[in-house]
């Protein structure tokens, strides 16, 4: 399983504004600068953690933006299904409750369904806090 470039990008992007104070907002021109991300391609992520409800923007000298809540109680998988949309491996899963015409039928779907639901408790279980927390080590 993959995540696009969108997904990855939202992380940081999420992770940058969590290391932030609670009370500033931050400009996108900044975050996208730190995190090595284009300002357009921010822009497009940034509008999706805007309407996900898990950032708000404000405009003017001091506008920016900032997390509608604080990190530790925001998941990362709250933040890839902004971005990404949700966790489905396969397309068929993707569609609820059944979008294929072979559901009953599929013998590697129960596999496919526990895999997506390994991910999102995964994903689920971590917040943003917790990330920041963790330390890799090389060859990790």
């Not at 400009?27 to 898990?54: F, M, P, T």
């Not at 920016?64 to 530790?72: D, K, S």
């Amino acid at each position: 399983m993959k995540f696009s470039t969108k997904g990855r990008y939202a992380m940081c992007l999420m992770l940058d504004l969590a290391q932030q104070p609670s009370d500033r907002y931050v400009s996108l021109r900044d975050a996208a600068c730190r995190q090595h991300i284009s300002v357009k391609y921010a822009e497009q992520i940034i509008n999706l953690l805007v309407r996900a409800g898990l950032v708000e923007s404000t405009r003017g000298v001091q506008g920016g933006y900032r997390l509608t809540r604080p990190a530790e109680n925001c998941t990362c998988g709250d933040v890839l299904r902004a971005a990404e949309g949700g966790f489905a491996p396969i397309p068929c899963l993707e569609e609820a409750p059944h979008g294929c015409e072979r559901w009953e039928e599929c013998v590697v779907l129960p596999f496919w369904l526990g895999l997506q639901q390994a991910v999102e408790r995964y994903a689920d279980g971590i917040s943003l806090q917790d990330v920041l927390q963790m330390k890799c080590s090389p060859g990790a």
